[in-house]
Protein backbone atom coordinates (compact mmCIF):
# COMPACT_ATOMS: atom_id res chain seq x y z
CA UNK A 1 0.00 0.00 0.00
CA UNK A 2 2.66 2.37 0.90
CA UNK A 3 5.01 1.85 -2.04
CA UNK A 4 1.86 2.68 -4.47
CA UNK A 5 1.15 5.52 -2.31
CA UNK A 6 5.09 6.38 -2.96
CA UNK A 7 4.89 5.50 -7.06
CA UNK A 8 2.03 7.68 -6.88
CA UNK A 9 3.51 10.82 -5.14
CA UNK A 10 6.56 10.63 -7.45
CA UNK A 11 4.37 10.33 -10.50
CA UNK A 12 2.94 13.31 -9.74
CA UNK A 13 6.25 15.21 -9.19
CA UNK A 14 7.43 13.95 -12.12
CA UNK A 15 4.78 15.44 -14.49
CA UNK A 16 4.60 18.72 -12.31
CA UNK A 17 8.02 19.08 -13.14
CA UNK A 18 7.30 18.26 -16.71
CA UNK A 19 4.51 20.56 -16.82
CA UNK A 20 7.05 23.48 -15.17
CA UNK A 21 9.82 22.78 -17.84
CA UNK A 22 7.40 22.88 -20.77
CA UNK A 23 6.08 26.22 -19.21
CA UNK A 24 9.51 27.59 -19.23
CA UNK A 25 9.99 26.59 -22.61
CA UNK A 26 7.40 27.88 -23.87
CA UNK A 27 8.12 31.57 -22.13
CA UNK A 28 11.55 31.33 -23.26
CA UNK A 29 10.32 30.18 -26.95
CA UNK A 30 7.75 33.42 -26.74
CA UNK A 31 10.68 35.72 -25.74
CA UNK A 32 13.02 34.54 -28.91
CA UNK A 33 10.27 34.66 -31.04
CA UNK A 34 8.94 38.34 -30.05
CA UNK A 35 12.20 39.53 -28.70
CA UNK A 36 11.80 43.10 -30.51
CA UNK A 37 8.49 43.60 -27.92
CA UNK A 38 9.88 42.30 -25.21
CA UNK A 39 13.03 44.90 -25.61
CA UNK A 40 10.15 47.97 -25.80
CA UNK A 41 8.54 46.85 -22.85
CA UNK A 42 11.98 46.69 -21.32
CA UNK A 43 12.31 50.35 -20.30
CA UNK A 44 8.96 50.71 -18.59
CA UNK A 45 9.75 47.54 -16.61
CA UNK A 46 13.09 49.16 -15.52
CA UNK A 47 11.00 52.56 -14.46
CA UNK A 48 8.43 50.28 -12.84
CA UNK A 49 10.92 48.27 -10.53
CA UNK A 50 13.51 50.93 -9.66
CA UNK A 51 10.51 53.61 -9.14
CA UNK A 52 8.14 51.15 -7.42
CA UNK A 53 9.00 48.17 -6.04
CA UNK A 54 13.03 48.88 -5.09
CA UNK A 55 11.52 51.97 -2.52
CA UNK A 56 9.82 49.38 -0.91
CA UNK A 57 12.37 48.11 1.30
CA UNK A 58 12.15 51.46 3.22
CA UNK A 59 8.76 50.75 3.96
CA UNK A 60 10.49 48.62 7.28
CA UNK A 61 11.13 52.40 8.39
CA UNK A 62 7.11 52.48 9.40
CA UNK A 63 8.55 49.64 12.19
CA UNK A 64 11.62 51.40 13.42
CA UNK A 65 13.10 54.33 15.13
CA UNK A 66 14.76 55.88 12.62
CA UNK A 67 18.45 57.26 13.06
CA UNK A 68 20.30 59.14 10.51
CA UNK A 69 23.36 57.53 11.64
CA UNK A 70 22.60 53.78 11.24
CA UNK A 71 20.94 54.44 8.12
CA UNK A 72 17.52 52.50 7.27
CA UNK A 73 17.89 49.10 8.86
CA UNK A 74 19.88 50.37 11.93
CA UNK A 75 17.18 51.64 13.98
CA UNK A 76 15.28 49.49 17.23
CA UNK A 77 12.68 47.74 15.96
CA UNK A 78 9.68 49.59 17.76
CA UNK A 79 6.65 47.40 15.78
CA UNK A 80 3.24 48.93 15.55
CA UNK A 81 4.52 52.25 17.59
CA UNK A 82 4.11 54.85 15.16
CA UNK A 83 0.84 52.95 13.81
CA UNK A 84 -0.86 53.48 17.18
CA UNK A 85 0.57 56.92 17.43
CA UNK A 86 -1.26 57.61 14.36
CA UNK A 87 -4.66 56.14 15.19
CA UNK A 88 -4.45 58.16 18.89
CA UNK A 89 -3.50 61.44 17.16
CA UNK A 90 -6.13 64.09 17.75
CA UNK A 91 -5.61 64.27 13.63
CA UNK A 92 -6.50 60.55 13.11
CA UNK A 93 -10.49 61.63 12.53
CA UNK A 94 -9.77 65.43 10.76
CA UNK A 95 -7.79 63.70 8.50
CA UNK A 96 -10.00 60.69 7.27
CA UNK A 97 -12.67 62.98 7.50
CA UNK A 98 -11.14 65.67 4.81
CA UNK A 99 -9.62 63.08 2.55
CA UNK A 100 -12.71 60.56 2.31
CA UNK A 101 -14.87 63.65 1.92
CA UNK A 102 -12.85 64.64 -0.66
CA UNK A 103 -11.62 61.82 -2.42
CA UNK A 104 -14.85 60.17 -2.84
CA UNK A 105 -17.29 63.58 -3.97
CA UNK A 106 -13.94 63.81 -6.80
CA UNK A 107 -14.27 59.98 -7.72
CA UNK A 108 -18.16 59.91 -7.64
CA UNK A 109 -18.61 63.16 -9.98
CA UNK A 110 -15.30 62.47 -11.87
CA UNK A 111 -17.03 59.14 -12.50
CA UNK A 112 -19.95 60.62 -14.16
CA UNK A 113 -18.82 63.28 -15.66
CA UNK A 114 -16.62 61.83 -18.73
CA UNK A 115 -19.04 59.18 -19.30
CA UNK A 116 -21.72 62.21 -19.57
CA UNK A 117 -19.37 64.35 -21.54
CA UNK A 118 -18.47 61.09 -23.95
CA UNK A 119 -22.53 60.57 -24.62
CA UNK A 120 -23.04 64.15 -25.28
CA UNK A 121 -19.90 64.68 -27.75
CA UNK A 122 -20.52 61.23 -29.65
CA UNK A 123 -24.25 62.68 -30.76
CA UNK A 124 -22.15 65.27 -32.65
CA UNK A 125 -22.71 64.02 -35.92
CA UNK A 126 -20.81 67.17 -37.89
CA UNK A 127 -17.07 65.55 -37.90
CA UNK A 128 -15.72 69.52 -37.80
CA UNK A 129 -17.68 70.60 -35.03
CA UNK A 130 -16.79 67.08 -33.13
CA UNK A 131 -13.52 67.80 -33.35
CA UNK A 132 -13.85 71.40 -32.16
CA UNK A 133 -15.67 70.25 -29.10
CA UNK A 134 -13.15 67.45 -28.64
CA UNK A 135 -9.83 69.58 -28.55
CA UNK A 136 -11.55 72.29 -26.42
CA UNK A 137 -12.28 69.74 -23.84
CA UNK A 138 -9.03 68.47 -24.04
CA UNK A 139 -6.90 71.32 -23.77
CA UNK A 140 -7.95 72.24 -19.57
CA UNK A 141 -5.73 68.82 -18.67
CA UNK A 142 -2.44 70.05 -20.18
CA UNK A 143 -2.39 73.29 -17.84
CA UNK A 144 -0.27 72.42 -15.12
CA UNK A 145 -1.44 72.20 -11.47
CA UNK A 146 0.63 75.30 -10.49
CA UNK A 147 -1.21 77.27 -13.40
CA UNK A 148 -4.63 76.11 -12.61
CA UNK A 149 -4.56 76.94 -8.92
CA UNK A 150 -3.20 80.68 -9.78
CA UNK A 151 -6.19 80.81 -11.80
CA UNK A 152 -8.38 79.95 -8.90
CA UNK A 153 -6.94 82.57 -7.03
CA UNK A 154 -7.39 85.19 -9.30
CA UNK A 155 -10.90 84.17 -10.49
CA UNK A 156 -11.87 83.65 -7.10
CA UNK A 157 -10.39 86.51 -5.10
CA UNK A 158 -12.57 88.29 -3.03
CA UNK A 159 -11.66 91.47 -4.32
CA UNK A 160 -10.77 91.18 -8.10
CA UNK A 161 -12.61 88.54 -8.81
CA UNK A 162 -14.82 87.75 -11.58
CA UNK A 163 -17.07 85.30 -10.11
CA UNK A 164 -17.19 87.79 -6.73
CA UNK A 165 -18.29 90.66 -9.99
CA UNK A 166 -20.82 88.77 -11.47
CA UNK A 167 -22.38 88.37 -7.93
CA UNK A 168 -22.34 92.01 -7.10
CA UNK A 169 -23.76 92.39 -10.27
CA UNK A 170 -26.88 90.06 -9.64
CA UNK A 171 -27.12 91.08 -5.98
CA UNK A 172 -24.93 88.44 -3.50
CA UNK A 173 -22.39 89.24 -1.21
CA UNK A 174 -18.54 88.73 -1.78
CA UNK A 175 -17.45 85.52 -0.93
CA UNK A 176 -13.40 84.05 -0.39
CA UNK A 177 -14.01 80.54 -1.97
CA UNK A 178 -10.35 79.95 -1.33
CA UNK A 179 -10.79 81.10 2.37
CA UNK A 180 -14.07 79.59 3.32
CA UNK A 181 -14.10 76.33 5.24
CA UNK A 182 -17.83 75.51 3.52
CA UNK A 183 -16.52 76.23 -0.58
CA UNK A 184 -13.05 74.64 -0.44
CA UNK A 185 -14.28 71.33 -0.94
CA UNK A 186 -16.98 72.34 -4.21
CA UNK A 187 -14.65 74.69 -5.25
CA UNK A 188 -11.66 71.97 -5.62
CA UNK A 189 -13.46 69.49 -7.24
CA UNK A 190 -15.80 71.72 -9.68
CA UNK A 191 -11.93 72.46 -10.86
CA UNK A 192 -10.72 69.01 -10.74
CA UNK A 193 -13.75 67.77 -13.42
CA UNK A 194 -13.56 70.77 -15.04
CA UNK A 195 -9.68 70.11 -15.77
CA UNK A 196 -9.93 66.20 -16.03
CA UNK A 197 -13.62 65.19 -17.69
CA UNK A 198 -12.49 65.81 -21.23
CA UNK A 199 -9.32 63.85 -21.23
CA UNK A 200 -10.98 61.43 -18.92
CA UNK A 201 -13.70 60.99 -22.13
CA UNK A 202 -11.08 59.63 -24.54
CA UNK A 203 -11.55 56.18 -23.08
CA UNK A 204 -15.16 56.23 -23.13
CA UNK A 205 -15.04 57.89 -27.00
CA UNK A 206 -13.01 55.42 -27.79
CA UNK A 207 -15.39 52.23 -26.96
CA UNK A 208 -18.48 53.99 -28.17
CA UNK A 209 -16.52 54.22 -31.70
CA UNK A 210 -16.43 50.10 -31.24
CA UNK A 211 -20.13 49.60 -30.53
CA UNK A 212 -21.66 47.91 -33.75
CA UNK A 213 -23.12 49.84 -36.49
CA UNK A 214 -26.25 47.06 -36.79
CA UNK A 215 -26.75 47.83 -33.40
CA UNK A 216 -28.01 51.40 -33.90
CA UNK A 217 -29.63 49.90 -37.15
CA UNK A 218 -31.68 47.67 -35.42
CA UNK A 219 -32.98 49.63 -32.68
CA UNK A 220 -34.17 52.68 -35.14
CA UNK A 221 -36.22 49.57 -37.15
CA UNK A 222 -37.59 48.94 -33.95
CA UNK A 223 -38.48 52.79 -33.56
CA UNK A 224 -35.85 53.37 -30.87
CA UNK A 225 -35.25 57.56 -30.88
CA UNK A 226 -31.88 58.85 -29.69
CA UNK A 227 -32.46 58.67 -25.77
CA UNK A 228 -33.41 54.90 -26.15
CA UNK A 229 -30.36 54.69 -28.02
CA UNK A 230 -28.47 55.96 -25.56
CA UNK A 231 -29.66 54.44 -23.32
CA UNK A 232 -30.24 50.65 -24.69
CA UNK A 233 -27.22 49.90 -27.27
CA UNK A 234 -24.49 53.10 -26.04
CA UNK A 235 -24.27 52.91 -22.18
CA UNK A 236 -24.74 48.82 -21.92
CA UNK A 237 -21.50 49.21 -24.28
CA UNK A 238 -19.69 51.50 -21.42
CA UNK A 239 -20.49 49.36 -18.73
CA UNK A 240 -17.39 46.70 -19.26
CA UNK A 241 -14.45 49.82 -19.32
CA UNK A 242 -16.63 51.67 -16.74
CA UNK A 243 -16.47 49.00 -14.32
CA UNK A 244 -12.89 47.96 -15.25
CA UNK A 245 -12.16 51.95 -14.64
CA UNK A 246 -14.18 52.15 -11.23
CA UNK A 247 -12.45 49.38 -9.87
CA UNK A 248 -8.84 50.92 -10.80
CA UNK A 249 -10.28 54.29 -9.27
CA UNK A 250 -11.22 52.60 -5.98
CA UNK A 251 -7.49 51.89 -5.66
CA UNK A 252 -7.02 55.83 -4.75
CA UNK A 253 -9.83 56.34 -2.55
CA UNK A 254 -7.75 58.07 -0.22
CA UNK A 255 -5.12 59.40 -2.87
CA UNK A 256 -6.28 63.30 -2.50
CA UNK A 257 -4.54 65.01 -5.15
CA UNK A 258 -1.92 66.42 -3.04
CA UNK A 259 -0.22 69.18 -4.86
CA UNK A 260 -3.38 70.72 -5.60
CA UNK A 261 -4.80 70.53 -2.05
CA UNK A 262 -1.16 71.59 -1.08
CA UNK A 263 -1.06 75.01 -3.31
CA UNK A 264 -4.62 75.60 -2.33
CA UNK A 265 -4.31 75.52 1.71
CA UNK A 266 -4.16 78.60 3.86
CA UNK A 267 -4.71 79.00 7.11
CA UNK A 268 -8.24 79.59 6.92
CA UNK A 269 -9.49 76.44 5.00
CA UNK A 270 -6.76 74.28 6.88
CA UNK A 271 -9.30 72.68 9.01
CA UNK A 272 -11.56 71.01 5.35
CA UNK A 273 -8.28 71.13 3.44
CA UNK A 274 -5.38 69.21 5.40
CA UNK A 275 -5.30 65.54 4.12
CA UNK A 276 -3.23 62.41 4.58
CA UNK A 277 -0.61 62.93 1.71
CA UNK A 278 -0.35 67.06 3.24
CA UNK A 279 0.42 65.65 6.59
CA UNK A 280 2.75 63.42 5.68
CA UNK A 281 4.68 65.92 3.75
CA UNK A 282 4.76 68.21 6.90
CA UNK A 283 5.45 65.62 9.37
CA UNK A 284 8.15 63.89 7.32
CA UNK A 285 9.73 66.58 5.32
CA UNK A 286 9.58 69.76 7.24
CA UNK A 287 9.62 67.92 10.53
CA UNK A 288 11.59 64.75 9.46
CA UNK A 289 9.69 62.61 11.70
CA UNK A 290 10.69 59.74 8.97
CA UNK A 291 9.45 56.93 10.86
CA UNK A 292 6.15 58.39 11.63
CA UNK A 293 5.55 59.69 8.24
CA UNK A 294 6.41 56.48 6.65
CA UNK A 295 3.85 54.33 8.81
CA UNK A 296 1.18 56.54 7.99
CA UNK A 297 1.63 56.80 4.21
CA UNK A 298 2.30 52.87 4.69
CA UNK A 299 -1.42 52.63 6.66
CA UNK A 300 -3.09 54.88 3.48
CA UNK A 301 -1.66 52.56 0.78
CA UNK A 302 -3.10 49.62 2.82
CA UNK A 303 -6.66 51.04 3.04
CA UNK A 304 -5.76 51.52 -0.62
CA UNK A 305 -5.21 47.90 -1.50
CA UNK A 306 -8.01 46.71 0.61
CA UNK A 307 -10.57 48.92 -1.37
CA UNK A 308 -9.03 48.28 -4.45
CA UNK A 309 -9.35 43.77 -4.14
CA UNK A 310 -13.08 44.50 -2.44
CA UNK A 311 -14.16 46.76 -5.67
CA UNK A 312 -12.61 43.52 -7.54
CA UNK A 313 -14.17 41.25 -5.74
CA UNK A 314 -17.58 42.59 -5.77
CA UNK A 315 -17.73 43.30 -9.12
CA UNK A 316 -16.21 40.01 -10.23
CA UNK A 317 -19.65 38.14 -8.32
CA UNK A 318 -22.30 40.63 -9.30
CA UNK A 319 -21.48 42.16 -13.30
CA UNK A 320 -18.78 38.90 -14.03
CA UNK A 321 -16.07 41.52 -14.82
CA UNK A 322 -12.89 42.08 -12.86
CA UNK A 323 -9.19 43.10 -13.23
CA UNK A 324 -8.46 39.90 -11.35
Not at 145 to 159: D, E, K, N
Not at 222 to 244: F, K, Y
Not at 253 to 280: C, D, H, R, W
Amino acid sequence: MNLAKNETKSAKKTKNKTTDSKTQNGFLKEIRKNYQLWLMILPGFLVILIFNYIPMYGLQLAFRRFVPTEGITGGEFVGMQYFNQFFDSRMFSTLMINTIRISATTMVVGFIAPVLLALLINQIKHKRAKSIMQTTVYLPHFISIVVMVGMLTVFLSPQSGILNHFADMLGFPRRDFLGSTRFFVPTYVISEIWQRAGWNSIIYLAALSNVDPQLYESARMDGANRWQLVRHVEIPSLVPTMIILFILNMGGILNAGFEKIFLMQNPLNLPVAEVISTYVYKIGIIQNQFSYATAIGLFNTLINFGFLLLANYISKKVAKTSLF
